[in-house]
């Protein structure tokens, strides 16, 4: 996963403060990124982490960078958001591609 970029305790301190900065408590991130307390409890103890799609959701939730939550210094690295758009978009093109081969195969 990220855990190259940052240890799991870090990736937790992030959320944690992005989560303080907005003046939420933890059932209003789980709200907003449809878990349970519990869970961030977890991340922000660095129990657990959440998987990228899920980062996502809090890093919108919480009007941060991806890049804050994964990145390795105190300044997120700008260009992984454009980096990870430009993965987003090349699976975009290979889902579509991929749709239309499926259309071509003949239906039984």
């Known amino acids: 996963m990220y855990s190259l ?3 799991r305790g870090e990736v937790g301190e ?3 403060e992005a989560r303080a900065a907005k003046g939420w408590k933890q059932k209003h991130l789980a709200a907003e990124v449809e878990v349970e ?3 961030v409890s977890r991340w922000e103890r660095g129990a657990t982490t959440p998987d990228l799609d ?7 939730a919480t009007d941060r960078p991806l890049a804050y939550f994964v990145g390795s210094g105190e300044e997120p690295r700008p260009d992984l958001d454009t980096r990870v758009d430009r993965i987003e978009q090349s699976l975009a093109r290979l ?8 259309d071509r195969l003949p239906r039984e």
């Open 95 to 102: 889902e579509q591609k991929f749709d239309q081969l499926l």
């Open 14 to 16: 992030r959320i944690r």
């Open 54 to 60: 899920v980062l996502r959701l809090v890093a919108e």
């Open 5 to 7: 970029a940052m240890a």
């Open 37 to 39: 307390p519990i869970t």
